[in-house]
């Protein structure tokens, strides 16, 4: 007579440890793709919300609201932030629309430790000052910037930097 041996049911340790590598690979793989998605739609969100709030600002003056002039101070101290103001300058002028940068976004200019203010001229909507620009970078990847530039006659552009 023949012995029938039962296979037991279950999982070696060889396949258990086998399986843990490759959900660690995915994990992996997962999160840094997950960071660097993060970082873009950061760096999406604030361009497009600093694109439009100099536009607001621009057309707040070319409409005359208030009959002064509207700029937007662009701070780059230990709390990195933009603000949308109405007055001569950002010191003394009523303020509106504060924005913290988030972590994951930072200014590369204005320079560290310094400020920009971008002023639109009552009822022309033109800068005073000619052409300036402010540029954002991902601080997941430093080499991700975009450039926003304000031309003399107005006009703002975002463009990616290389």
Do not use: C
Not at 15 to 27: C, I, N, P, Q, T
Not at 89 to 98: I, R
Request: net charge neutral; charged share 20%.
């Amino acid at each position: 007579m023949r012995l029938i041996q039962k296979k037991s049911k279950g999982f070696t340790f060889t396949e258990v440890m086998l399986a843990l590598m490759v959900l660690g690979v995915v994990f992996v793989l997962g999160s840094s793709s997950w960071r660097d998605y993060r970082a873009t739609t950061d760096m999406d969100a604030v361009t497009i919300d600093v694109v439009d709030t100099l536009r607001r600002a621009q057309e707040n003056a070319k409409t005359g609201e208030g009959f002064i002039t509207w700029g937007v101070h662009f701070d780059n101290g230990l709390t990195q932030f933009y603000q949308l103001f109405a007055g001569a300058e950002w010191s003394g002028a009523a303020k509106y629309a504060y924005v913290s940068l988030p972590s994951s976004v930072r200014f590369e200019s204005p320079p560290q430790a310094s400020t920009l203010d971008i002023l639109f001229d009552v009822h022309t909507g033109y800068r005073a000052l000619g052409d300036t620009s402010v540029v954002l970078y991902s601080t997941a990847n430093p080499a991700v910037k975009k450039k926003i530039s304000v031309a003399k006659e107005g006009t703002v552009t975002l463009e990616a930097v290389k």
